[in-house]
T-cell receptor, first 113, second 116 residues
Framework: DGGITQSPKYLFRKEGQNVTLSCEQN?????MYWYRQDPGQGLRLIYY???????QKGDIAEGYSVSREKKESFPLTVTSAQKNPTAFYLC????????????FGPGTRLTVT | AQKVTQAQTEISVVEKEDVTLDCVYE???????LFWYKQPPSGELVFLIR??????QNEISGRYSWNFQKSTSSFNFTITASQVVDSAVYFC?????????????FGAGTTVTVRA
């Protein structure tokens, strides 16, 4: 089945540790995105990539890093510099162009204590 | 700059009632796209509909209908004869052609609770 997978579903880390969230898609989409969602709030864009080996900062990129070495994969690293990392992280992909809808993965809930 | 406002934070209805979710948007672009997504308790966002700025026809899909009015910059969503399975957070989103970076701007979401 075509879709987006994110793993793991739940992730627990100690403060001060970097953690990498996985996102893989087999929809043959060029563009991929990472969003953060806090309780009771909408989605905020962290990073996005329109093509392999290229990515741009979104609205809240500080404390995060990404890579796009393969079309299918767009991992997100939450670094120790991120002040409030506990959140629900959603990955999405789409065809390139503003007219295309984004398809979302099931999300990873990260808890940092 | 573009912005999406969903003024209703939460709506609670009894099963079989109709519910309308408001969405007001702002953009300077003349070509733009509007979307609605559903986020059930599982967390994954599900795409519901896309509408471009040149198509003001209302759309109906089963119990779902959408009313797009450029004059009021609104793209409202109605669930007819609501069911418990409609309980979710619903997001309205906007993408503008002129932005050149294909970003979606999301509203804050409206939580719909349908009681049996």
């Amino acid at each position: 089945d075509g879709g987006i997978t994110q793993s793991p579903k739940y992730l627990f880390r100690k403060e001060g540790q970097n953690v990498t969230l996985s996102c893989e898609q087999n929809l043959n989409h060029d563009a991929m995105y990472w969003y953060r969602q806090d309780p009771g709030q909408g989605l905020r864009l962290i990073y996005y990539s329109q093509i392999v080996n290229d990515f741009q900062k979104g609205d809240i990129a500080e404390g995060y890093s990404v890579s796009r070495e393969k079309k299918e994969s767009f991992p997100l690293t939450v670094t120790s510099a991120q002040k409030n990392p506990t959140a629900f992280y959603l990955c999405a992909s789409s065809n390139r162009g503003s007219s295309y809808e984004q398809y979302f993965g099931p999300g990873t809930r990260l808890t940092v204590t | 700059a573009q912005k999406v406002t969903q003024a209703q934070t939460e709506i609670s209805v009894v099963e079989k009632e109709d519910v309308t979710l408001d969405c007001v948007y702002e953009t300077r672009d003349t070509t733009y796209y509007l979307f609605w997504y559903k986020q059930p308790p599982s967390g994954e966002l599900v795409f519901l509909i896309r509408r471009n700025s040149f198509d003001e026809q209302n759309e109906i899909s089963g119990r779902y209908s959408w009313n797009f009015q450029k004059s009021t910059s609104s793209f409202n969503f109605t669930i007819t004869a609501s069911q418990v399975v409609d309980s979710a957070v619903y997001f309205c989103a906007l993408s503008a052609l002129g932005s050149n970076d294909y970003k979606l701007s999301f509203g804050a979401g409206t939580t719909v609770t349908v009681r049996a």
